[in-house]
């Protein structure tokens, strides 16, 4: 019942006309990465860290349907969380095929598993009660960190970064909820649509297609919302 509620919430878009899922889960968390590089050049070694989701196993994204509108799709809360987390793992895959390793910027996307939050704070009472009854089979806040501070702070993760960079993996590391490298889903190496993903992502955001060679060469780049990196 828990589950079919939360499907069931109707379609939000954000003020900028986007789904809303996919504007907080990837959209906005794109932008910063691409427009904080040359600081994370500057200071590195740095690493780009996104909380992703099991969730993404289940998504499917189609480029040219970002906000999930033309009809294809029938639309629920699933379809856009779950396709909002793949299109973060393709978009972070073609980041780490584009950061030459002498960057010093790792990007890797982790698992933090099912964790108990307030993520029900919006549903009816009796509904918050019930889903208060499942501490025992759901990590806590504190489990559920462990794998985020994993990829931030464990020395290992550059030298696994920089191995499958060399074998020439086609998906960016992956940390699962008990801090082991894992293998995301199998649409998630899809490098064609990893790549439309990519371009489709900086034009929503109002990015040039070149935008992470210019900052990586150190030139400056205008974005649509007036942020410009020097």
């Known amino acids: ?20 899922h996919m504007q907080v889960n990837h959209l906005a968390p794109s932008l910063l990465s691409v427009l904080l590089l040359p600081s994370l050049i500057r200071g590195s070694p740095s690493r780009v860290i996104n909380v992703n989701s099991v969730m993404h196993s289940v998504g499917f994204v189609d480029s040219d349907d ?3 509108v033309s009809g294809s799709r029938k639309y629920s809360s699933v379809v856009g969380y779950s396709s909002s987390k793949l299109a973060q793992i393709m978009f972070s895959s073609v980041l780490f095929k584009k950061l030459p390793l002498e960057t010093g910027v790792s990007v ?13 704070r919006d549903l009816p009472r009796f509904l ?6 499942i501490p025992y089979f759901i ?3 504190q489990e559920g960190c462990r794998s985020t501070l994993f990829s931030a702070t464990d020395p290992q993760i550059p030298e696994y970064w920089e191995t499958l960079k060399n074998d020439d993996w086609p998906v960016c590391p992956f940390i699962s909820q008990d801090c082991r490298p894992a ?18 992502t900086l034009e929503m955001v109002g990015l040039p297609l070149d935008a992470v060679e210019k900052l990586i060469e150190g030139e400056n780049v205008q974005c649509r919302y007036g942020a410009q990196e020097e």
């Open 108 to 120: 890797i996307c982790l698992s933090p598993g099912v964790v108990l939050t307030n993520v029900a």
């Open 183 to 200: 293998n995301p889903s199998e649409e998630s190496h899809n490098t064609e649509t990893a790549q439309r993903v990519w371009e489709k």
């Open 128 to 133: 918050q009660f019930l889903y208060a009854l």
């Open 66 to 68: 970002m906000n999930v």
């Open 139 to 141: 990590f806590s806040p």
């Open 1 to 20: 019942m828990l589950c079919s509620l939360i499907c069931a919430e109707a379609q939000k878009f954000s003020e900028d006309g986007y789904e809303q």
